[in-house]
């Protein structure tokens, strides 16, 4: 199998090499990670301006940092180097829970993998108030990727541990909204800057990824990257034929 590993946390975090340690029970594995950290960008992708990479000594593996984005990354990965079986993506310091699933680097570089018809899988952990334990993960992360990898039907699956895992559970994506404030502050120079917050406004649902993380289970949340409601389209097709349009009709 071969396995391309990426993240958005740059090609010198340790969750990278922890996630490339075990993989490499598994295949094959190249690492093409961004040269700097790339958090909270979401699937952005580079188009204004030319990409390059460089070789990097990660400890034994084959690996190249570029100087782009995780969605990038997985591009450049499958272009130099060949498409892979699958790609996992993280480990990310951070989870990646419910509405995280919107702007997450670590989740793109798994959905890039997704959108060029292989598969991809994000992986994310707490962040730590010292150092990550990474090397305690490591038992927990082979469990996953032993359910994860033979299972061909899955094609995008987020992944997030808790700091000491009980245990295993399939989830579905957290919908809880937040209240987003935009928080003022003052810089150095007495200008007033703006910090991004996030605070929930409802109640964790049960069943869901943050539930699982609430009672320290690692979650697991099959993706699929058709955003389409389904119920709201057949409703709408059916209470507002007006805009009902068949390819064989001007629109
Ligand atoms: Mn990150």
Redesign the pocket.
């Known amino acids: 199998m071969r396995i391309l590993i990426v993240?958005?946390?740059?090609i010198y975090?340790p969750g990278i090499l922890t996630l490339a340690q075990v993989a490499k029970e598994y295949g094959d594995v190249t690492i093409v990670a961004p040269d700097v950290?790339?958090?909270?960008m979401g699937h952005a992708v580079t188009h204004s301006r030319p990409l390059s990479y460089r070789k990097t000594a990660i400890q034994g593996f084959e690996a190249f940092r570029v100087d782009g984005t995780p969605a990038d990354c997985v591009a450049i990965g499958f272009s130099v180097a060949g498409k892979a079986d699958v790609v996992l993506s993280?480990i990310?310091?951070?989870l990646?829970l419910g509405n995280s699933m919107w702007h997450?680097?670590?989740l793109a570089g798994a959905k890039q993998a997704a959108l060029m018809g292989s598969r991809g899988i994000a992986l994310?952990a707490p962040t730590p108030v010292a150092e990550p334990n990474f090397e305690g993960l490591k038992s927990h992360v082979r469990e996953v990727l032993s359910t994860l990898l033979p299972a061909q039907e899955l094609t995008l699956v987020n992944v997030n541990f808790p700091a000491e895992p009980k245990g295993t559970l399939w989830t579905r994506q957290s919908v809880r909204h937040y209240d987003g404030k935009v928080v003022p502050s003052k810089d150095p120079m007495g200008r007033t800057h703006y910090w991004f917050t996030v605070f929930p406004v409802e109640e964790t649902e049960e069943g869901t990824d943050r539930w699982a993380l609430d009672r320290s289970f690692v979650s697991m949340t099959p993706l699929r990257l058709d955003l389409t409601d389904h119920d709201a389209l057949k409703l709408q097709l059916k209470t507002n034929p007006a805009t009902h349009h068949t390819p064989s009709q001007k629109v």
Do not use: A, H, K
């Open positions: 993240n958005d946390d740059g975090s950290e790339r958090s909270s993280g990310n310091i951070g990646n997450s680097g670590t994310s």
